[in-house]
């Protein structure tokens, strides 16, 4: 698990119950340190009288300050943890990943916005910190005491990230942020000192499209041809997944890469161009879709869905037709469900979108998105029961 | 111990590994003892298993070439302004 042995059952019962309270479960870093109950109990007394207690700077407030100060140090274990929370809290996910990735662009209020300023740059660029930095803190109406608040949890920020990489603990959470490259999210002094007016802050610097994308951007358009092929089967794939006919699909492709062509100044290279495009596709099949009205029950709640046939598989049910009979009666299959199971499995198991990509690319909540995969990929399994039961396998 | 709807509505996230530690200790305590549970899980992820290796949805090759024409005739047109591109 860790670099040093666990030891069960050495956490007081206070401090257990303190953990549960407010993260939900006993993060692994403290359970890491159970050789010393005296030192953790110590820990515990410290985040509680810090962290949870009411103070002067909201719980919000502080549990940004641990998320941008961990993603500043490029930690990969308290993002996972402090998003977590934060949802918690009734921050929505989306949100606290831009916070990690930059706040800047996380639809902060001005004041929050200064106050992680102020704690990214407390955090890498201790050395350069003065009287301004606390300064520019009191003019957006912080106080002397939300001040030392900041200072502090920006503290508590850094010696919890040194324990976890110290330590070696994994996440106790699947970590749903990518952190760029620490060249993305550069200090703040040095972006301050050495402005690079052509590039954004957040600029995605390894893209494999980046100099064809440029000469398209530059006035080359038959540039634009490399992209076609490059992508087209990707885009194909998401249009025909979506809209299930092959001929639509294709006139979709062409109005995709149309529009992509056309918005291409506006494309800032706040993400991969690959990805951007396959959202421009998304949404032209969607709209597609939706002017067939298959959508029409987009937004009823769910029923419970209960699996009704129990039948045992084979191990490797798959080996008992040729590949391309499978890909045929996945085809066949994945069609068969209702449009809006099938386009949000499709996102998620074809095209293999992260969660949030596909909930984003829907206009869905990430509950939402989780909710409709899961019913695709049920109803998906009852009607392949007929194909790889023990009782069914090699019929087609 | 956790019920078969419980089991049902993480299995998600289970498919995923997106679950924490403890919850996933309870949802394998229950598949231990639940052959249902057991059942739907295996063929379920034995279906996610067979969707994303199966090549469905590929891009038929034979019409890739006249359709990268037809994209970039549709663009080259749409540059020139007397010209403009109509969907």
Same mark, same amino acid.
């Given at each position: 698990m860790g670099f040093l042995p666990e030891v069960d059952d050495a956490l007081t019962a206070d401090s257990l119950t303190t953990l549960k309270r407010n993260f939900g479960l006993a993060? +692994?870093?403290?359970?890491?340190?159970?050789?010393?109950p005296d030192l953790l109990d110590a820990q515990v007394r410290l985040l509680d009288r810090l962290l949870f207690n009411k103070g002067a700077l909201s719980r919000v407030q502080k549990e940004f300050i641990l998320l941008a100060v961990s993603a500043e140090n490029n930690n990969?274990? $308290? =993002?996972?943890?402090?998003c977590q929370t934060l949802q918690f809290l009734g921050v929505k996910p989306e949100q606290s990943q831009r916070v990690a990735v930059d706040h800047r662009e996380a639809n902060l209020s001005e004041p929050d916005v200064v106050l992680l300023d102020f704690a990214r740059k407390l955090a890498s660029s201790a050395h350069s910190f003065t009287d301004l930095d606390v300064e520019a803190l009191r003019k957006s109406d912080f106080n002397d005491e939300q001040i030392l608040e900041a200072v502090l949890m920006v503290g508590l920020a850094q010696l919890l990230n040194c324990i976890q990489f110290g330590l070696g603990i994994e996440p106790d959470f699947k970590p749903r942020i990518n952190l760029p490259a620490k060249e993305v999210n550069p200090p703040v002094v040095s972006e301050r000192q050495i402005p690079e =007016?052509?590039?954004?802050d957040d600029f995605v610097s390894d893209d494999p499209d980046f100099e064809i994308v440029a000469r398209v951007q530059n006035g080359d358009a038959?540039? $634009?041809?490399?992209l076609v092929r490059k992508h087209g089967r990707r885009v194909y794939r998401s249009l025909l997944g979506i809209l299930g006919k092959p001929d639509e699909a294709e006139d979709a492709l062409q109005d995709a890469f149309l529009k992509a062509f056309q918005h291409l100044s506006n494309f800032e290279r706040r993400s991969r161009f690959?990805?951007?495009l396959v959202r421009i596709a998304i949404n032209t099949g969607l709209q597609r879709v939706r002017s067939r009205k298959e959508f029409d029950s987009l937004d009823e709640d769910d029923e419970k869905f209960r699996p009704r046939n129990i039948q045992p598989w084979s191990d490797t049910p798959e080996e008992f037709y040729s590949r391309e009979e499978l890909r045929r009666l996945v085809e066949r299959e994945v069609m068969k469900l209702p449009a809006k199971y099938r386009v949000a499995l499709m996102l998620r198991d074809l095209e293999e979108l992260s969660t949030e990509e596909a909930a984003a690319a829907l206009g869905l909540g990430v509950p939402g998105l989780k909710a409709r995969v899961l019913r695709g990929r049920l109803?998906? +399994?009852?009607?392949m029961v007929q194909y790889f039961s023990k009782a069914g396998a090699g019929k087609s | 111990m956790i019920s078969c709807q419980d089991f049902i509505t993480e299995l998600g996230n289970l498919l995923d590994d997106d679950v924490a530690s403890e919850i996933r200790e309870q949802l394998e305590a229950h598949l231990a003892h639940c052959n249902t549970c057991q059942v739907v899980y295996d063929s379920t992820r034995k279906t996610l298993r067979i969707v994303t290796e199966s090549g469905s949805f590929e891009y038929p090759e034979p019409i890739a070439e006249p359709l990268v024409s037809k994209v970039m005739d549709r663009i080259r047109s749409s540059c020139e302004p007397e010209n403009p591109v109509r969907k």
């Open positions: 993060p +692994r870093l403290y359970r890491a340190q159970l050789l010393r990969s274990y $308290f =993002p996972a943890l402090h =007016p052509e590039l954004a038959d540039a $634009f041809e490399e690959s990805t951007w109803m998906l +399994r009852e009607s | -």
